[in-house]
């Protein structure tokens, strides 16, 4: 099959170029067309020779001279600027190539959430296009506080480019999800109910908290990760009403899915709006951070009750099971803050925790 090429000449014919024809067959004079419009000679001559636009006045004018509507001048006029503009800008973006492939194109196209680029200057305009952004400077303005969030963080060593690229999915996504503004309110009743369903499998569920977080004003994203990103979540404001959270399943457990959930609400909840939070690792801001972490742990699990179920110090995994039913929340929950805390190690019982994978 061969390619779908589309073809883009190097030239761009002139207003002026087709009034010149015209004159031609009805051998009229410039000057006569002058006098017919009442215009300058000097105005029909810079028209002519493009050093001039028509405007709406001389193009009623022409209309009235030659005949042809005043809309085929004015459309001739604007199709010759804007092809004249593309040429520029096609220049100017070839510039900024090096930009570009800093980007996870590759992994971008091959999702299906870039055309594949026909050239350097395309590249740079995809990626504009997806980020919906109009120039480079626009894309600093919209994403270069995440970078510089992420950046400073001392998780991994990650690619901000591509984190960007990350939390643009999660921004796209969010546009296709039916938002109620903010209710604060509304989305603790949210959490209340998430909380629950922790104990069922995250799949099952997942199509339940969506919506219900979308009607508190809050759009829930899962995104898979892009290379060198080594993100968990992302909380962050995209208007005054109106929040992201923004989660991959970088673990691949469904107790780590969770956790990053609530974390990110408490971000929501507690902290800033200006402030963009990427991952849970401290970065620019440790204390908030862990105050999120202690608004997760213990929204999932009550501080008092798990304080009690520790001193008993008996970690089977029927114990385990019979003091998630209790608490409402599932096992792998409870499996999860052990480990972390250090009750039981990293391999243990791990048969409590759901497993999840893309697809």
């Not at 006569?32 to 105005?43: D, F, N, V």
């Not at 099952?204 to 979540?233: D, F, M």
């Not at 208007?239 to 780590?256: F, G, M, P």
């Not at 909840?269 to 999120?292: I, M, N, R, S, Y």
Request: proline share 5%; glycine share 8%; hydrophobic share 45%.
């Amino acid at each position: 099959m061969a390619p779908n090429l589309v073809y883009t000449p190097d030239y761009v014919v002139s207003p002026g170029s087709v009034l010149e024809e015209y004159l031609a067959e009805l051998g009229m004079s410039k000057v006569e067309l002058a006098e017919r419009c009442g215009r300058p000679q000097k105005t029909i001559s810079e028209i002519l020779h493009a050093k001039a636009a028509i405007t709406p006045e001389t193009a009623l004018q022409l209309e009235r001279v030659l005949g042809r509507p005043a809309s085929f001048w004015l459309s001739l006029e604007a199709t010759y600027r804007l092809a004249l503009a593309e040429r520029e800008e096609r220049a100017s973006l070839a510039d900024h190539v090096g930009w570009a492939k800093t980007f996870p194109v590759k992994q971008l196209v091959a999702a299906g959430h870039l055309e594949e680029p026909s050239g350097d200057s395309d590249l740079v305009a995809k990626l504009l296009r997806f980020f919906g952004v109009g120039t480079i400077a626009g894309y600093e303005a919209r994403f270069g506080a995440m970078q510089v969030a992420y950046r400073r963080s001392p998780s991994f060593k990650a690619a901000p480019e591509a984190v960007s690229a990350w939390a643009r999915l999660g921004e796209r996504e969010a546009a296709a999800l039916k938002c109620r503004p903010f209710d604060e309110a509304k989305f603790r009743k949210v959490l209340a109910q998430a909380r629950a369903l922790t104990a069922s499998s995250l799949p099952e569920v997942w199509p339940k908290l969506v919506p219900l977080a979308a009607a508190a004003g809050v759009a829930v994203a899962l995104v898979p990760e892009l290379p060198k990103t080594h993100l968990s979540g992302i909380a962050r404001w995209l208007s005054k009403d109106r929040a992201l959270i923004q989660l991959s399943l970088r673990y691949k457990t469904a107790d780590h899915l969770w956790f990053s959930f609530f974390h990110e609400a408490g971000h929501l909840l507690l902290h800033p709006k200006k402030t963009v939070f990427v991952d849970e690792k401290g970065g620019d801001h440790p204390e908030l951070e862990a105050e999120a972490n202690k608004f997760a742990s213990d929204l999932l699990i009550a501080p008092r009750d798990y304080a009690t179920f520790v001193r008993a110090k008996d970690f089977s995994e029927s114990n385990i099971r019979s003091f998630a039913a209790a608490e409402g929340i599932g096992a792998g929950i409870v499996v999860g803050r052990l480990q972390h805390d250090g009750h039981v190690g990293y391999a243990m019982c791990n048969g409590l925790k759901e497993r999840l994978g893309w697809g």
